[in-house]
């Protein structure tokens, strides 16, 4: 069976909570170009992540041309010719050029003194080979997020590298440099390299890739010659399943009065004109994969990014708001995607971490005294409101799961009365049964009469939940779908570029 | 949230405040001298003055190169002060009780800081304790040892091999001055000509980046710790020969006037940036201020809210600074 040059046998890897690969074979010939889609969170990247070193497999085996290896760090899969460009960058700012290509392996004369001349006049030529042209001596920093990543592909190419693993390489890319590099992936294989490409670009798929390999919630599901498949194909076996019965049913909502309405918002790098509003009682859901700008439509809206241009109205009253205690005064509550990091205080109890937005004089006895009785008694109402499980409510956040710390999440911001609430990946990383407990919620929450924005980039629980999606590709609206007419597969297509890129 | 969204600085002409918050240090060292040699001009202005100042400064600048490694990784050592105590009274007591060669006094001082920066450096490297409690632990412990091995006596009266390092000349050029020179051309080369310089900046930048680049992150630190305990104990060893012996005080709020100097010269708290020649101002406007302030005959207190206004000072501008270049939002 050694046809294949890299095979990843029976890889499986688990994260608190989250079994992110399951069982999975991944195998690349010599000299293809071997394309790998999915979701978000299919476990692409923690599938590279192992193949870099950067993640350790909990079973499973790798082989490179036919021997067993094992990579304990980014260090050997250097080693053994695996050279990684990452989805976020891994550049220093303040190191040189050429420094940054380098990094790994920089030429000194023995006694580890940098050899400048080496380095200055091999920078030199791999920049001339993808087509950067600045002085290798520039510092990082100076240079824009599209020159960067020419930056790190040269730095890929510096090493005696078999092995090529390009994670999302394209996304701050301009069409001349995708061509650049797509001209220097094409070098690469002509050489005899394999090359493993993620995309979430299918045309790019198609335009490039041999192979390509779907992988779906950990599993890898099919592995196929581009020239055997279709773009429709490919995004039906990146969606796969039906949907469940975990959604709760919407009636539908009618015409009520518009409360959030957003006109031509714009904050550069991330999203520009964007435009939307939001009724009394909607859950609004915002799809886009990774990179498209959803979080920070969500983050400029509450005030926490400092928008360029565009305008907000609350109740058809125009608002400005400058930082998200000023959204939470106007009655606009935000959960974010990080939700061990900004909303929740693991450290503390659950009844604090319920009652810790709620406004002072809600609680206040006396002047200066807080009313701990009636703290706890609110506290207590949510979690059973919420059916959270918790022990008790003096039990500290950080011991629940993270079902459950997201209902504290949700009951600290009810605890605000809010009339917007927005939720940015708000099942992120939790099990199944959670999920669908956060659902009715959400469902519950927007029958009372909120109005709900629901961002993921899960597109199930996108159609399953919405009233209306909004679908976001590179910053900026691509469609807007009312629930009836939304397909996966509609919503993929917009997701991934829509007419602008799949015009055939 | 991503602080590596590029913000395009335009290629505009500098503006006056860009200069000063690039090359505030060295324009301050200029100016704070001149400032005191108006106040005080039969002190300040002559080669004598100079060359005090430089000597003065020889003890905190080369522990200030140290801690520039330290920072650099986005790392502290609060222990450099008690360190240097330490490995004095070692050096000192090997030679005045023990009675040994005054060059293994040396090699004591030395290899005892840098021992002490093993010890630090293993405990923040390999069992991942968080650097500012480490070291306060080693600021507790060695100055205690020291001042039980000590019974806490001053000891005087080094040899002429010790004493020289402190008081000799080549030339017309002090020892220490000499010294403090030399070991920051070799800090400089460490930090800008060699690999393990490129990965001491690239470790302080982006640990995670530097981890998948596939440099070896623990050992990097804990080499910056032992390069750092080395300066540390050429620092005492001028220390020792200054004072000519151990006094129980020595060293005493060091890491203080250390970690200024290394601050205001313009290396980021977070790490990754910096360079070597701006500590060394660093280190010169702290030792301007001190003699200023002793010359001037303050009391104490005022000593240390002046000091600490600096340092205030000097963090301000750090973050001033950071927010400029788009390393903080």
Redesign the interface.
């Known amino acids: 069976m050694s046809t294949y040059f890299l095979e990843m046998r029976n890889i499986s890897k688990s994260f608190p909570g989250v079994q992110a690969l399951k069982n999975v074979t991944f195998c690349a010939r010599k000299g293809e170009i071997h394309g790998l889609v999915g979701e978000n969170g299919a476990g692409k990247t923690t599938l590279m992540n192992i193949l ?1 070193g ?1 993640l350790q497999p909990d079973s499973g085996e790798i082989f490179i041309d036919g021997q067993k290896v094992v990579i304990r ?3 050997e ?2 080693q053994l010719g695996i050279a ?1 460009i ?1 989805q ?8 040189s050029i050429a ?1 940054n290509i380098f ?2 392996n ?1 030429p ?1 004369n023995g006694r ?3 050899d ?1 001349a080496v380095l200055y006049k091999r920078s030199s030529e791999l920049l001339k080979l993808v087509g950067l042209d600045k002085d290798p001596r520039t510092l990082v ?5 599209a020159e ?1 990543q020419m930056v790190e592909i040269a730095k890929a190419l510096s090493f005696e590298s078999k092995i090529f693993v390009l994670d999302e390489p394209t996304s701050p890319l301009t069409d001349k440099e995708v061509e650049d590099l797509f001209r220097i992936i094409r070098d690469l294989k002509a050489r005899g390299e394999t090359i493993i490409y993620i995309s979430h670009r299918l045309n790019e798929i198609f335009e490039i890739c041999d192979t390509v390999t779907v992988m779906r919630d950990g599993e890898v599901v099919d592995t196929m010659p581009v020239s055997q498949t279709n773009r429709f194909e490919l995004i039906r076996k990146m969606v796969g399943r039906e949907l469940s019965m975990m959604f709760p049913k919407r009636k539908n909502t009618g015409k009520t009065r518009v409360v959030l309405e957003v006109q031509g918002l714009t904050k550069e ?1 991330y999203f520009r004109n964007v435009s939307f509003s939001l009724r009394e009682g909607e859950i609004l859901g915002i799809f886009g994969l990774v990179g498209a700008g959803r979080s920070e439509v969500a ?1 400029t809206i509450v005030g926490d990014y400092k928008r360029d241009g565009g305008r907000i109205f609350l109740d058809g009253k125009e608002v400005v708001f400058t930082h998200p205690k000023e959204a939470i005064a106007h009655g606009v509550g935000f959960l974010t995607e990080d939700r061990r990091g900004e909303g929740l205080a693991p450290e503390m109890e659950v009844y604090k971490n319920i009652t810790m937005a709620m406004f002072w004089h809600k609680l206040r006895d006396g002047i200066i005294r807080l009313d701990l009785k009636r703290e706890r008694k609110v506290a207590e109402e949510y979690i059973k409101e919420l059916r959270i499980v918790t022990p008790s409510i003096y039990h500290l956040a950080k011991n629940l799961s993270g079902g459950n710390q997201q209902k504290v999440v949700v009951a600290k911001w009810l605890c605000t009365t809010p009339r917007v609430l927005i939720m940015d990946e708000p099942t992120r990383g939790i099990d199944v049964g959670a999920k669908a407990e956060i659902y009715h919620i959400v469902s519950d929450l927007a029958d009372q009469g909120m109005g709900i924005i629901f961002i993921s980039s899960e597109i199930e629980e996108i159609l399953g939940i919405s009233d209306r999606i909004l679908v976001m590709y590179e910053g900026e609206i691509t469609a807007e779908i009312p629930r009836e007419e939304a397909t996966q597969e509609r919503v993929m297509y917009y997701a991934t570029g829509g007419e602008k890129v799949h015009a055939e | ?2 602080n ?3 913000v ?2 335009p290629k505009a002409r500098k503006r006056l405040s860009d200069v000063f918050i690039d090359y505030g240090i060295y324009t301050s060292v200029v100016l704070l001298f001149f400032a005191f040699g108006l106040f005080f001009p039969q002190a300040f202005f002559s080669i004598t003055n100079v060359r005090n100042i430089l000597v003065s400064a020889s003890v905190v600048g080369t522990m200030a190169i140290g801690m520039t490694f330290v920072i650099l990784t986005a790392n502290i050592d609060l222990s450099v002060g008690s360190a240097a105590y330490f490995a004095v009274a070692l050096g000192v007591l090997a030679v005045k009780r023990a009675g040994w060669h005054p060059l293994l006094g040396i090699l004591i001082i030395v290899a005892t800081a840098i021992g002490i920066g093993a010890f630090n450096g293993l405990q923040i490297s390999r069992l991942k304790m968080v650097p500012l409690i480490a070291t306060l632990a080693s600021l507790g412990i060695f100055r205690g040892l020291a001042l039980q091995f000590t019974d806490a006596a001053s000891i005087y009266g080094m040899p002429p091999i010790i004493s020289r390092i402190g008081i000799g000349y080549v030339g017309s050029v002090p020892i220490p001055i000499i010294m403090l020179f030399v070991l920051y051309i070799l800090a400089y080369y460490i930090l800008e ?4 310089g ?1 990965y001491v ?2 470790v302080g ?2 640990r ?9 992150v623990s050992n990097i630190i804990l080499y910056v710790y032992l390069l750092h305990g080395f300066f540390v104990g050429m620092a005492s060893l001028i220390l020792c020969a200054r004072m000519d012996g151990v006094v129980p005080a020595l060293g005493a709020g060091m890491e203080f006037d250390v970690i200024t100097a290394v601050i205001l010269g313009g290396t980021s708290f977070s790490g ?2 910096g360079n070597i020649w701006g500590t060394l101002a660093g280190a010169i406007i702290i030792t301007l201020i001190n003699t200023a302030l002793t010359i001037l005959n303050v009391s104490a207190f005022y000593y240390d809210i002046f000091k600490g206004t600096v340092i205030l000072l000097a963090v301000i501008l750090d973050t001033f600074r950071q927010r400029r ?3 903080i939002v």
């Open positions: 870099g950067v760090n980014p260090h899969a250097q990684f990452h976020e960058p891994t550049l220093f700012p303040f190191l420094r990094i790994s920089l000194t580890g003194r940098i400048f920093k100076d240079l824009t997020l960067k790098p983050r | 949230m991503p590596n969204v590029v395009s600085i000509k060699t690999r393990f490129t900046y690239a930048g982006d995670e980046a530097a981890f998948k680049a596939g440099i070896n990754g940036v270049k788009g390393i």
